[in-house]
């Protein structure tokens, strides 16, 4: 049985939200050669060394295109470890019909490697360099790999991504200093600074409390020296643009609904699950079942649909919040009144009068599991509670 599942203009499926599923997210390996203090692992479990292979990744990039995705993601661990990655690669392209590939990497093994990952139809990449200083940078990684990462970052430029983006994640009293270097870093080469919020996920919450701090001050002054816009298809984020070249953006999802109601992605983890959300682990959608199962690969590709559209249906804001002066504040600062000039909605958000959830209360039925023969069960007239846990 398919389930139904509504869709958006662009012939995305959209979950019970409003929010379309538009990028779906691959994590390849759990596997790394830096021991970043922080590390989200993707809110994976990083025991788990069962990957799924080039073929089998090419297969779910097959069904989330049938159903309008176009835009994947590679992370890890560190991808560029493994060495079917251009393999990988070009079953992306190839099976998902991808326009666009892009993938996080530490940018160590990228001097020999970034031909040929863009050769194999890598667009874009995101290069992690929290501090410039070396012995920061050693304290973050464990290695003394930054002038390899430096390597990495003018071979990605050479290569001729499309775009390449520098991810700095932001540490209280620790690399805080480097902010403003790195963003002369990223002037000079003309390419995109990502600063990023700690995330309380996998290694992050361990050391949260210790090294998180908001980004507002950083905000502050990019204000006063560049030109801001929203980026709506990725989280509402706002970014810089910097005189001179180069920009900043900037990534907020701590106490941040803007952040979580444009979320458009499912991810996929190393080890064969469909993940509706990052900092979730009881919503899991197990897939690896399907792709090894001894049948014609289009039953697996309508199966793996199957199993989508019933990971779609579990996703849903990680966290909920109250609507009050607080919040309206953060849309008015980034959005104004909320909406373009057109009149179309930037977000979708409301902020009542009143201080309340601001999601909906909604009945539909929702499927609850897969059988042994990767079917759904579906129990109908659930209905969904949105809890406010502030």
Same mark, same amino acid.
């Given at each position: 049985?398919?389930?139904?599942?509504?869709?958006?203009?662009?012939?995305?499926?959209?979950?019970?939200?409003?929010?379309?599923?538009?990028?779906?997210?691959?994590?390849?390996?759990?596997?790394?050669?830096?021991?970043?203090?922080?590390?989200?692992?993707?809110?994976?479990?990083?025991?788990?060394?069962?990957?799924?292979?080039?073929?089998?990744?090419?297969?779910?990039?097959?069904?989330?295109?049938?159903?309008?995705?176009?835009?994947?993601?590679?992370?890890?661990?560190?991808?560029? %470890? +493994?060495?079917? *990655?251009?393999?990988?690669?070009?079953?992306?392209? $190839?099976? =998902?019909? &991808?326009?666009? @590939?892009?993938?996080?990497?530490?940018?160590?093994?990228?001097?020999?490697?970034?031909?040929?990952?863009?050769?194999?139809?890598?667009?874009?990449?995101?290069?992690?360099?929290?501090?410039?200083?070396?012995?920061?940078?050693?304290?973050?990684?464990?290695?003394?790999?930054?002038?390899?990462?430096?390597?990495?970052?003018?071979?990605?430029?050479?290569?001729?991504?499309?775009?390449?983006?520098?991810?700095?994640?932001?540490?209280?009293?620790?690399?805080?200093?480097?902010?403003?270097?790195?963003?002369?870093?990223?002037?000079?080469?003309?390419?995109?600074?990502?600063?990023?919020?700690?995330?309380?996920?996998?290694?992050?919450?361990?050391?949260?409390?210790?090294?998180?701090?908001?980004?507002?001050?950083?905000?502050?002054?990019?204000?006063?020296?560049?030109?801001?816009? %929203? +980026?709506?298809? *990725?989280?509402?984020?706002?970014?810089?643009?910097? $005189?001179? =070249?180069? &920009?900043?953006? @900037?990534?907020?999802?701590?106490?941040?609904?803007?952040?979580?109601?444009?979320?458009?992605?499912?991810?996929?983890?190393?080890?064969?699950?469909?993940?509706?959300?990052?900092?979730?682990?009881?919503?899991?959608?197990?897939?690896?079942?399907?792709?090894?199962?001894?049948?014609?690969?289009?039953?697996?590709?309508?199966?793996?649909?199957?199993?989508?559209?019933?990971?779609?249906?579990?996703?849903?804001?990680?966290?909920?919040?109250?609507?009050?002066?607080?919040?309206?504040?953060?849309?008015?600062?980034?959005?104004?009144?909320?909406?373009?000039?057109?009149?179309?909605?930037?977000?979708?958000?409301?902020?009542?009068?009143?201080?309340?959830?601001?999601?909906?209360?909604?009945?539909?039925?929702?499927?609850?599991?897969?059988?042994?023969?990767?079917?759904?069960?579906?129990?109908?007239?659930?209905?969904?509670?949105?809890?406010?846990?502030?």
């Amino acid at each position: 049985m398919i389930l139904e599942s509504s869709s958006d203009s662009d012939g995305h499926i959209i979950d019970r939200f409003g929010r379309p599923f538009t990028i779906m997210r691959i994590s390849i390996t759990h596997d790394c050669n830096f021991k970043c203090f922080f590390c989200h692992m993707e809110g994976e479990d990083p025991s788990s060394k069962s990957y799924l292979t080039p073929e089998e990744i090419g297969m779910v990039a097959e069904a989330a295109s049938r159903l309008g995705v176009r835009r994947f993601k590679i992370t890890g661990g560190e991808p560029t %470890i +493994r060495r079917d *990655l251009p393999e990988i690669i070009k079953e992306i392209k $190839e099976k =998902g019909r &991808a326009e666009d @590939i892009s993938m996080t990497t530490n940018g160590v093994l990228l001097r020999n490697m970034a031909t040929k990952l863009r050769e194999a139809g890598l667009d874009r990449v995101n290069i992690s360099l929290h501090s410039l200083d070396p012995e920061k940078f050693y304290q973050i990684t464990g290695t003394k790999l930054m002038d390899r990462v430096l390597e990495g970052v003018d071979a990605a430029i050479s290569a001729g991504f499309k775009q390449i983006k520098i991810n700095m994640v932001i540490l209280k009293n620790f690399n805080e200093d480097d902010v403003w270097r790195l963003i002369d870093f990223v002037r000079g080469k003309k390419i995109v600074l990502q600063l990023i919020e700690l995330h309380p996920v996998g290694e992050g919450r361990k050391i949260f409390t210790r090294f998180h701090t908001f980004l507002d001050d950083v905000e502050e002054k990019l204000s006063k020296i560049s030109k801001m816009r %929203i +980026r709506k298809e *990725l989280h509402n984020r706002p970014i810089y643009y910097l $005189e001179g =070249g180069g &920009a900043v953006e @900037i990534v907020r999802p701590v106490k941040n609904p803007i952040f979580c109601a444009a979320c458009t992605r499912i991810r996929l983890t190393a080890d064969g699950y469909l993940k509706p959300c990052l900092v979730r682990n009881d919503n899991l959608v197990s897939i690896k079942e399907i792709l090894r199962m001894d049948i014609d690969r289009e039953r697996k590709i309508e199966m793996l649909i199957e199993a989508l559209l019933i990971a779609n249906s579990r996703r849903e804001p990680s966290a909920y919040w109250r609507i009050g002066e607080e919040f309206e504040r953060e849309v008015h600062r980034y959005l104004g009144n909320g909406a373009l000039a057109d009149g179309t909605r930037r977000i979708r958000i409301s902020i009542p009068k009143k201080p309340q959830p601001n999601i909906r209360f909604v009945d539909m039925p929702i499927p609850i599991a897969l059988n042994s023969t990767a079917t759904a069960r579906v129990n109908t007239g659930y209905k969904y509670k949105i809890e406010d846990l502030l």
